[in-house]
């Protein structure tokens, strides 16, 4: 990012958000690969029916943690920005313990309900007694992740994503040769799910001091000398606004299994739910965009450089939109052999449930450098709308769809679901950039 072609065409700004962009999408890389090597080695250890079992005890554990969470990542992104902008690294230091705390809190009372509803009600969630033990466990994944997003943000502040890139390479490697090793020797449900915990252990421990040691570099300091959660009045209101939008994201992202659960057998879910899988990580590419425009976005909205701010948000939202007409335009394309190459014979059902997927996908992720800009200014709210707009499109399709097409209805519901949230976030993203046409 330092040839001099490159320098005169881009200024500093946008030289270091491409920059984190790319160790970014590094990131993802590695997580995709990861993530399709879980996939396809699960789904061979189980089977379709095994699957779906798997699928289901997952998608519970998520929901529950993910209705419970208020990931902090954003605010720290945000206001972590603002305070070491106007000389508050104190208020800075605030931030990032105020959102780790809240966080770890609301995961630990997660388990506790993922523990209570496994052991009362687990039958009628579709979790038969002998996997009991399975679900317990993998609900301890959300707890050992509670920090993620605040970790990573403190090290996009200060420009040290390359060492979240080489933690996420030895979390994905670890995982990767355990479900291996499960494979070879015949092993099943548990050790999947104890090589995925041992993969998380070693991600989430390395971003943990990671970040610690890191903090000075973002202008973090005193992070471990006090216990202060102080904070001021907007990162609360920020922080509410995102405990509703992860309330209804996390509705919506498991809602569907859940219910399809209810209308189709376990092996129509497991075929479902590879579909959504594979979709979910076509996804992966625009997290690093816009996780790695969004500090951007933040300095230059601070500091009042208006002309920076749109022109930064055009290319990124030119760069999203190219990107996701290549990437959801293979799937697309090559969406049979793609699914035989991954899953085998056996998953053959979900080719054309990926035609139905990819529509929504490539709409909202068209509009992922947009997407990034409520949150970089201190608005949680646009994002909260669009879930909210989202969830109420998902659920209409679902329960009107489901109960007589099945996985195909399903799929019109996720599709749906994500069109609608582009739809709403665009106007809220051009109010933003008119705005920031006005002095001060």
């Not at 984190?20 to 396809?40: F, K, P, R, Y």
């Not at 943000?153 to 060492?163: G, H, I, M, N, S």
Request: zero cysteines; a positive charge; proline letters at 5%.
């Amino acid at each position: 990012m330092n040839h001099p072609l490159i320098a005169r065409l881009l200024p500093d700004s946008e030289r270091r958000a491409a920059r984190q962009t790319l160790w970014l999408g590094g990131i993802e890389a590695v997580l995709l690969l990861g993530g399709l090597a879980q996939v396809v080695i699960s789904a061979r250890i189980l089977g379709p029916e095994g699957f779906g079992v798997l699928a289901v005890i997952v998608a519970v554990s998520l929901l529950v943690h993910r209705l419970l969470s208020v990931p902090g990542g954003e605010a720290v992104t945000t206001f972590v920005t603002r305070a070491v902008a106007e000389q508050r690294p104190q208020e800075a230091a605030r931030v990032v313990r105020f959102t780790m705390a809240v966080s770890l809190g609301m995961s630990l009372a997660a388990y506790a309900i993922i523990a209570a509803l496994v052991l009362a009600a687990g039958s009628l969630l579709g979790i038969a007694d002998i996997h009991q033990d399975v679900a317990l466990l993998y609900g301890v994944v959300g707890i050992i992740r509670a920090t993620r997003t605040e970790t990573q943000a403190v090290l996009r502040l200060a420009d040290r994503v390359p060492l979240a890139l080489a933690i996420t390479q030895a979390g994905v490697i670890t995982r990767v040769a355990l479900l291996v090793t499960v494979w070879l020797a015949g092993g099943e449900m548990l050790e999947i799910v104890l090589a995925h915990i041992a993969s998380v252990v070693v991600n989430g421990a390395g971003m943990l001091a990671a970040a610690v040691l890191s903090a000075p570099r973002a202008g973090i300091t005193g992070l471990l000398r006090s216990p202060s959660l102080q904070v001021p009045p907007d990162v609360l209101r920020f922080q509410t606004g995102t405990f509703g939008r992860t309330t209804l994201s996390a509705l919506a992202y498991n809602i569907d299994t859940l219910l399809l659960a209810q209308f189709a057998g376990a092996a129509d879910v497991g075929i479902y739910r590879a579909a959504r899988q594979i979709t979910d990580i076509a996804h992966y590419p625009f997290r690093p965009l816009r996780n790695g425009v969004q500090p951007e976005y933040s300095r230059q909205w601070y500091a009042g450089q208006g002309r920076e701010l749109r022109l930064t948000a055009l290319r990124f939202t030119l760069a999203s939109g190219a990107l996701a007409a290549a990437l959801f335009g293979i799937l697309a394309i090559f969406h049979q052999p793609i699914t035989r190459l991954f899953l085998g014979d056996e998953f053959a059902g979900v080719a054309p449930l990926l035609l139905i997927l990819i529509p929504g996908g490539f709409f909202l992720s068209s509009i992922a450098g947009l997407a990034a800009l409520p949150a970089a200014v201190g608005r949680a709210w646009p994002r909260l709308a669009g879930e909210t707009a989202g969830l109420l499109a998902f659920a209409v399709i679902l329960l009107w769809l489901t109960p007589t097409q099945g996985a195909t209805g399903a799929a019109w519901g996720n599709t749906a679901y994500y069109a609608t949230i582009g739809l709403v976030l665009i106007p809220f993203a051009i109010t933003i950039l008119r705005q920031s046409r006005r002095p001060g």
